[in-house]
């Protein structure tokens, strides 16, 4: 099994399959070089960071929030939900330094719902927008690379580094 490549140790790792100034653009390169992420210097902002509905939930609702890099540094970033209640325009991806994404949460009827609305009304639910380090040579050519990158870097580090991350929590509040 090849030794995992950590952003600091990229260049220098005499056992990386592609040569250390190898930009990877595509998910294919990103398996051949197993990254490992690393704990960034700061979390990732959200804006606004409580999402409140109020409706009758028989018609679908959406909220849109930001996320933020406030790292020097390339981040790959996830977000999960315990509840599976609702759905995201997009899960995971990569930010360059500064760069801001704007996300959709959308909230199907309630007749599509796993339980009844008196489950969910007035709780807070939490999704957590988790991001890790990534090397800069990390440049894929399209948003759907972003995508399948940042999934096998969570995925990669989460099997040899799991306490290496940091996070920032969105709280969901549903009123009826």
Not at 18 to 37: A, F, M, S
Not at 39 to 67: G, H
Not at 98 to 109: A, D, N, Q, S, W
Request: charged share 25%; proline share 9%.
């Amino acid at each position: 099994m090849p030794t995992p490549v950590t952003s600091a140790s990229f260049k220098s790792n005499p056992n990386s399959p592609l040569p250390p100034t190898t930009v990877l653009e595509c998910h294919d390169d990103l398996l051949k070089t197993h990254i490992v992420g690393e704990c960034p210097d700061d979390v990732i902002q959200c804006e606004p960071r409580w999402l409140v509905f109020y409706s009758n939930y028989k018609q679908p609702c959406y909220a849109e929030f930001t996320i933020t890099n406030k790292d020097d540094h390339k981040i790959a970033w996830c977000i999960k939900a315990k509840e599976k209640l609702m759905k995201l325009s997009q899960t995971h991806g990569i930010l360059k330094s500064g760069e801001t994404r704007k996300l959709t949460v959308y909230l199907p009827p309630s007749d599509d719902w796993p339980r009844d609305i008196s489950d969910y009304n007035g709780k807070r639910l939490k999704m957590v927008v988790e991001n890790l380090k990534i090397p800069d040579n990390v440049q894929p050519k399209s948003e759907l690379e972003s995508r399948r990158m940042s999934r096998e870097i969570f995925l990669y580090t989460a099997k040899n580094n799991p306490l290496i991350r940091q996070f920032t929590k969105v709280n969901i509040v549903l009123q009826q």
